[in-house]
């Protein structure tokens, strides 16, 4: 099994809607078989600008994880996929295994 990690702003946006509801639409769409999305309390990215989303009066766009999990071969395809529409966010997968 792979897991899969997709980082991105909460703001980011993809034709109208938000990133984060696109992916969300897509991968349900590609039927995979568990989704979580977690907002982040701080974190950075490439440009090393430190986001506190929760401070007062902080205008810091909130980190958001997208994480899902599937068959090797089905997330490996999703993930293609998503990319062609979806150039943004920062990707990364891990090997599982699901215990019983």
Do not use: C
């Amino acid at each position: 099994m792979l897991q899969a990690q997709i980082f991105i702003d909460q703001d980011d946006m993809l034709d109208e809607i938000t990133s984060q509801e696109y992916i969300i639409r897509f991968l349900i769409s590609q039927k995979v078989k568990g989704l979580t999305v977690f907002k982040g309390i701080s974190g950075f990215g490439s440009t090393q600008h430190f986001n506190r989303p929760n401070d007062l009066f902080s205008f810091d766009e909130i980190p958001i994880l997208i994480t899902f999990i599937d068959d090797t071969e089905k997330v490996k395809a999703a993930l293609t996929a998503l990319r062609t529409k979806f150039s943004g966010g920062f990707i990364i997968t891990n090997e599982v295994e699901q215990w019983k």
